[in-house]
C-alpha cells in the first residue's frame, strides 16, 4: 500500500513526523485533502486543525496557526506558524 511520508514542525519546534494515509487540511483556497500520489503543490496554510491518518495507530489532530503546506513525490511538509497535538497522538510522535 502506497503511504505518504509526513513532517509537521512549527517555527520554533517539531511536532510530528511518520508514515500516512491520508492528510486533510484548510489552505487559502479552501479544505484540501492529500493522498498518496497526489501532485506536487504548495499551499498556504490557513489557521485549524490538520488530521492526519498513520499508517499505524489512529487517526489524530494539530491545531495550526497558519504557515506552509508542500506536497512534492508522497512526501507533505508542513511548517506551521505554531502548531498544538492532540495528547492522545502524543504517544506515537517520532
Known amino acids: 500500500m502506497a503511504e505518504l511520508q509526513v513532517e509537521?514542525?512549527?517555527a520554533d519546534h517539531f511536532v510530528w513526523s511518520g508514515a500516512a494515509k491520508?492528510?486533510?487540511?484548510?489552505?487559502?483556497n479552501g479544505e484540501i485533502?492529500?493522498?498518496p500520489g497526489?501532485?506536487?503543490?504548495?499551499?498556504v496554510l490557513a489557521a485549524g486543525d490538520l488530521e492526519i491518518d498513520p499508517v499505524s495507530?489512529?487517526?489524530?489532530s494539530v491545531q495550526v496557526?497558519?504557515?506552509f503546506f508542500s506536497?512534492?513525490?508522497d512526501r507533505v511538509v508542513i511548517v506551521a506558524?505554531?502548531?498544538?497535538?492532540?495528547?492522545s497522538a502524543a504517544a506515537g510522535t517520532r
Open 57 to 60: 495507530g489512529s487517526r489524530f
Open 71 to 73: 506536497v512534492d513525490t
Open 65 to 67: 496557526d497558519g504557515g
Open 81 to 87: 506558524d505554531n502548531a498544538v497535538m492532540a495528547e
Open 8 to 10: 509537521i514542525v512549527a
Open 33 to 35: 485533502g492529500i493522498l
Open 38 to 43: 497526489h501532485v506536487p503543490m504548495l499551499a
Open 22 to 28: 491520508l492528510v486533510k487540511g484548510r489552505t487559502s
